[in-house]
């Protein structure tokens, strides 16, 4: 059973910086890409940045210049260090894994943005 545990979601002002934090159970090297996803309320789930095994990282338009995704295999960690934090950027931000049969999600960590 895989399990995702994410962390490092808290309350922030405008201009300041967050980094996620998502530790997976095992090797990640069997996904052959991980990324995170937010969702504000009322709102769909949207893709914020993935990276694949390889390395190949995308990043939703809004949140280019300002977010970056990373890996770290040896921990079984992906992370999202976000900068320049915007109100908008408020969401509960949910770690995602994706094999070619399977995707998992982690149970998600709240962000916000707010003075």
């Known amino acids: 059973q895989v399990q995702l545990v994410e962390s490092g979601g808290g309350l922030v002002q405008p201009g300041g910086s967050l980094r996620l934090s998502c530790a997976a159970s095992g090797s990640i090297f069997r996904f052959y890409v991980m990324g995170w996803y937010r969702q504000a309320p009322g709102k769909q789930r949207d893709l914020v940045a993935v990276i694949t095994n390889g390395g190949i990282t995308n990043y939703a338009d809004s949140v280019k210049g300002r977010f970056t995704i990373s890996r770290d295999n040896a921990k079984n960690t992906v992370y999202l260090q976000m900068n320049s934090l915007k109100p908008e950027d408020t969401a509960v931000y949910y770690c995602?894994?994706?094999?070619?049969?399977?995707?998992?999600w982690g149970q998600g960590t709240q962000v916000t943005v707010s003075s």
């Open positions: 995602n894994a994706k094999t070619t049969v399977d995707d998992y």
